[in-house]
């Protein structure tokens, strides 16, 4: 730590910090533009300058910028000599020469750093009374609106599209006063991550498109701490909501997860939530006609489906939180309950869940991984499947720089001499995919094979390593070098990662993933980091309740062992062959559904329970890494329509257990599920030990989930009634539906619902919420690790594979291929989201097409699980022969047919 002195007063502050962050880390404030705690510092704007003062006996001193400016120990600065101040002014007076000034229009209004820095600078008058520099905005896509008069040329924009994350569509062109942030040309950005402009940029050049079309104040919404259902990273959001929509989505800051940035999908995949078609009320359908029922109607006739039938089978989900799946699991009984999965998926998760319990190996966090010098990802195409991941990947290919900088004596917030280096300096990343990913331009080498190809190598690695693991057979020459380089990598460096999963659905890729980096920990030499993915958001949470496979407990009821299931929150037609669906349900009246969307199970029920979406329920879910973390019911939908009977899945079931054994009700909030399956399965009691519980209060108070400026709450219902309507009751959370209640930082609110703070009102608001800008929340990190520091039972021994040679056969073998726009379920049900998916096409290979013949513009036929396909195609240049690419997971594509052969496949010719 180092003492410097800022306007008389001394602090305690970060040595490695520049003076800026340093500052802001102690509560004060000096405006800036250019800087960000994740983007380092460029001095750009030159609007952080403050006063600097050689000695005490200095009294005139002289002007630097804070942010370019090292933390040295006994250092004296002013925030408040009329110098600095002055200059602030002027240099916000010359970089809004050419601003629009429309504040009352813009969509950052109320929201907008630039607001903030302004009268922070007391700056209120414009001298500049001539024409002003006009720009013509862009088309960016559906994601982002593009006005480029609003740019003070902060240069953040570029610096994280282009030089953080990758990005190449996107630069800065022009000189002088002329510059312009933007594309070559109108069309839409490619990034995974381009919505994060949007909070990066501190003023409204970039917008949320989404948010525009149903657009309100920051101050008019009611927010809520979430987590995102998309993928099993689990990052951090903040929820905004009005009139019964969610508006938008923002990230909410996790240290040790998404920290500053989330993907495309999880900011902007939110409008299946606002869907009119959504079920809102349980129905009985007699004849294809609808009966709605009332919730006591649904209840009994829900009863009596348990009567009727002597034996009912559950069957879960993983999307779904695990207080859903806990609820219907003791509805139906241990021995009757599915958690929704297929059995090759299954027999992943469990390894993977094995593997973070038991095998004593270092599962990193997201942010963690940024800090891995050498890294091994086999099957898994990381930026279409958990885009956040890939993110973090490329960040860690980086770092070298950071630490060759800092041998150099280089400050690690000095953004342009680390961003040379970048370019002739990278740590290694190996990739073992079937086919090329968007990670291929980073990688040190990739190797382009069939998964059980892929096993082979992966093995040879871990032979290389580990003398007592199996050799490898018949071994091109090449690869037993590149095998011998491979393992050579990760035992010299510091830092080694391996990253794996379940998206292949091949639990050979994840075993020898796990023998990979237990033969790396071994050694002893250094440290290893294990990174195992699933496809769904709670799929680890699912199995750790247990269950059997879908296809067992429809093999159960096919077999009559059981005469009725019970769907709760699963389409099934996603994992199993549409025909086995439908002759599934010609048994309709012994099935019972609960969901929240409308899927093709729900159209095909006979009796259906509506639930609510994860934005109108509280639950928790399991993400990668293990860590439980809890998402909270964003708005509730009765108080907009009375008429509505949305209930959590795990109210339904529980009611329906209650009114069966005709018992009272003895769940009434989510505290009493939580505490039930605490006492069950004793690994969860961490969950209710966190203590994020509905009787939390910070003194004396809940915690608001709107801005304390909300307005026009009576106006809003005007047309119904004069009278402000009561706000409902949170009895589920420490929330209040209302701006009554508590909402600065505070070391007891891990779950933050917006950030606000007096002066600020941009998402800069966030310094206030951290010890130090840019590392810890006061509050700490929300969640809880499950299995850290569970060791007791380490096994750390290796799996039994003996790779084998694969015969091919004259079969054509699918595999999934994914993007991240259309593959994840409720997504798929978000218009803007399919209006950015791809068209569904079939992968193949240019030796595949050479032998068929085939053209850019054909189709192609084939026939799998008593189906027809017709489908265009691409062609990949390092795709195997004999294998296919299918989207799935899309809808038409169910998950089963990953790894099934396709005896035919031919052009299709009208």
């Not at 939908?637 to 009611?655: E, V």
């Not at 209040?736 to 950030?755: A, C, L, R, V």
Request: hydrophobic letters at 35%.
């Amino acid at each position: 730590m180092a003492r410097i002195y800022v306007d008389s007063k001394v602090y305690h502050v970060n040595e490695s910090d520049n003076l800026l962050q340093a500052c802001l880390s102690v509560g004060l404030n000096i405006p800036y533009f250019c800087w960000h705690p994740l983007l380092g510092s460029l001095g750009a704007c030159r609007q952080c300058a403050v006063t600097q003062y050689n000695n005490v006996e200095d009294q005139q001193g002289r002007l630097i910028m804070s942010c370019m400016t090292p933390v040295t120990d006994g250092s004296i600065i002013s925030i408040h000599s009329n110098e600095s101040k002055l200059f602030r002014r002027s240099i916000i007076e010359l970089m809004m020469t050419n601003h629009p000034h429309d504040c009352p229009i813009c969509e950052e209004g109320g929201h907008c750093h630039l607001q903030d820095m302004t009268v922070m600078t007391q700056h209120t008058k414009r001298n500049y009374r001539f024409k002003k520099r006009i720009h013509k905005s862009q088309y960016l896509g559906s994601f982002i609106k593009h006005e480029m008069n609003r740019c003070i040329s902060c240069y953040r924009c570029v610096r994280y599209y282009k030089d953080y994350s990758d990005g190449t569509d996107f630069d800065v062109y022009g000189t002088s006063n002329n510059i312009y942030f933007g594309r070559l040309e109108d069309g839409s950005l490619e990034s995974e991550h381009s919505g994060n402009l949007i909070e990066i940029c501190p003023t409204g050049v970039f917008t949320d498109k989404t948010h525009s079309e149903r657009y309100n104040r920051k101050w008019d919404m009611q927010y809520a701490p979430s987590v995102c259902q998309n993928c099993s990273v689990g990052c951090n959001l903040s929820i905004g909501e009005r009139y019964g929509e969610i508006r938008k989505v923002e990230n909410r800051y996790h240290k040790n997860i998404n920290h500053y940035l989330i993907c495309d999908l999880g900011r902007f995949g939110y409008s299946h939530t606002n869907l009119n078609i959504r079920p809102t009320n349980p129905f009985k359908k007699i004849k294809n006609q609808l009966i709605l029922l009332k919730m006591n109607e649904a209840i009994e006739l829900g009863s009596n489906f348990f009567k009727i039938h002597k034996r009912v089978i559950g069957i879960g989900s993983t999307r779904s939180s695990i207080e859903n799946n806990f609820s219907l699991q003791e509805l139906v009984g241990e021995n009757n309950f599915s958690n929704g999965m297929l059995n090759k998926e299954k027999k992943c998760v469990k390894l993977i869940l094995d593997a973070i319990q038991y095998s004593g190996l270092y599962i990193p966090s997201l942010k963690e991984i940024e800090s891995y010098d050498a890294i091994l990802v086999i099957g898994e195409d990381l930026t279409e499947t958990s885009a956040r991941i890939a993110l973090a990947v490329r960040q860690a290919v980086k770092s070298k720089a950071q630490n060759i900088a800092e041998d150099k004596g280089i400050p690690k917030w000095h953004s342009v001499p680390i961003s040379n280096i970048c370019e002739h300096f990278r740590n290694s990343l190996y990739l073992l995919n079937t086919h090329e990913t968007k990670l291929d331009n980073i990688a040190t080498w990739c190797y382009f094979a069939p998964v059980h190809e892929q096993v082979r190598l992966a093995c040879a690695i871990a032979h290389e390593l580990d003398k007592k693991l199996p050799s490898v057979l018949n071994l091109e020459n090449s690869l037993k070098i590149k095998a011998v380089e491979i393992a050579k990598k990760l035992m010299i460096s510091k830092k080694s990662l391996i990253i794996s999963g379940s998206h292949s659905f091949s639990s050979s890729i994840i075993k020898a993933s796990i023998n990979i980096a237990i033969a790396i920990k071994k050694n002893h030499i250094n440290h290893v980091g294990l990174t195992l993915l699933t496809s769904s958001s709670n799929a680890l949470g699912a199995e750790l309740i247990g269950g059997m496979s879908i296809e067992s407990a429809l093999e159960k009821f096919k077999k009559r062992e059981a005469d009725g299931i019970i769907i709760m929150e699963n389409d099934i037609y996603r994992s199993l062959p549409k025909n086995l669906c439908d002759n599934l349900f010609k048994y309709k009246n012994d099935i019972l559904s609960i969901d929240s969307q409308c899927t093709e199970t729900y159209k095909k029920s006979s009796l259906f329970f509506s639930a609510t979406s994860f934005v109108e329920s509280s639950g928790t879910l399991i993400n990668f890494e293990g860590r439980a973390q809890r998402f909270f019911q964003v708005y509730n939908p009765s108080f907009y329509d009375d008429q509505n009977c949305l209930l959590d899945s795990w109210k339904w079931l529980h009611a329906l257990k209650c009114k069966i054994n005709n018992s009272s009700i003895n769940w009434v909030k989510l505290d009493d599920v939580i505490s039930a399956y605490s006492k069950k399965y004793p690994i969860l009691k961490k969950i209710k030990e966190e203590k994020s519980d509905s009787f939390l209060r910070i003194n004396g108070q809940k915690i608001s989930r709107s801005p304390n400026r909300l307005s026009g709450r009576t106006a809003s219902y005007a047309n119904i009634s004069v009278h402000e309507p009561c706000q409902p009751e949170d009895i589920n959370t420490m929330f209040s539906f209302s701006m009554e209640g508590y909402s600065q930082p505070n070391k007891s609110i891990k779950h933050i619902p917006f950030t606000w703070f007096p002066e600020w009102n941009s998402p800069q608001s966030l310094n206030k919420f951290q010890k130090e800008v840019g590392r810890d929340l006061i509050s700490g990190d929300s969640g809880v690790h499950l299995f850290k520091k569970n060791n007791l039972h380490e096994k750390n021994t290796y799996y039994h594979i003996i790779p084998k040679n694969f015969i091919l056969k004259k079969y054509w073998y699918i595999i999934p291929y994914y993007h991240l726009f259309g593959n994840e379920e409720m997504t798929q049900y978000s218009s803007i989201i399919r209006e950015n998916s791809s068209l569904k096409y079939a992968l193949i290979s240019n030796k595949d097409r050479i032998k068929l013949g085939l053209k850019r513009d054909s189709i192609v036929h084939f026939n799998c699980l008593n189906k027809d396909y017709f489908l265009s195609v691409c062609f990949s240049k390092n795709l195997d022969e004999n294998q296919i690419g299918l989207p799935i997971g899309r809808k038409g594509f169910p998950l089963i047919l990953a790894g099934k052969e396709i005896k035919f496949l031919k052009e299709y010719v009208k």
